[in-house]
C-alpha cells in the first residue's frame, strides 16, 4: 500500500464538485481533515489515481498526487495523527 496526498484547486464557481469527492471516498483508506487535502491509502499508483480523479475535474482545475511517507508534524486532532500512523508509511 502506499499513501499519497491529493490536493487541489478547484476553479468553477458553483460546480458540483460532488462526485470528485465521492471518488476520493472510494479510496480504500482516505484522510479529509483539511480542505482541498485528502490523503489516500490505495495500492494504486500515482498515475492511477490521478485517471480515476481527472474523470471528476475541468480542464481549468488542478490536481496535484504526490506520494507521502510519515515524517510529519502540525496541529491536527489526535484522530488525524492516528490515521497517519497506521496509513502513511514511514
Known amino acids: 500500500m502506499a499513501a499519497y496526498c491529493v490536493s487541489y ?3 468553477v ?7 470528485l469527492y465521492e471518488e476520493l471516498k472510494k479510496s480504500p483508506n482516505w484522510w479529509h481533515y483539511l480542505d482541498s487535502t485528502w490523503l489516500i491509502s490505495t495500492r494504486e499508483t500515482a498515475a492511477q489515481l490521478a485517471a480515476r480523479l481527472r474523470r471528476h475535474i475541468d480542464g481549468n482545475d488542478y490536481v496535484l498526487v504526490i506520494e507521502v511517507r510519515n515524517n510529519s508534524d502540525g496541529w491536527l486532532p489526535k484522530e488525524a495523527w492516528d490515521w497517519i500512523k497506521q496509513f502513511v508509511p514511514a
Open 9 to 11: 484547486d478547484l476553479k
Open 13 to 19: 464557481p458553483g460546480k458540483n464538485y460532488g462526485p
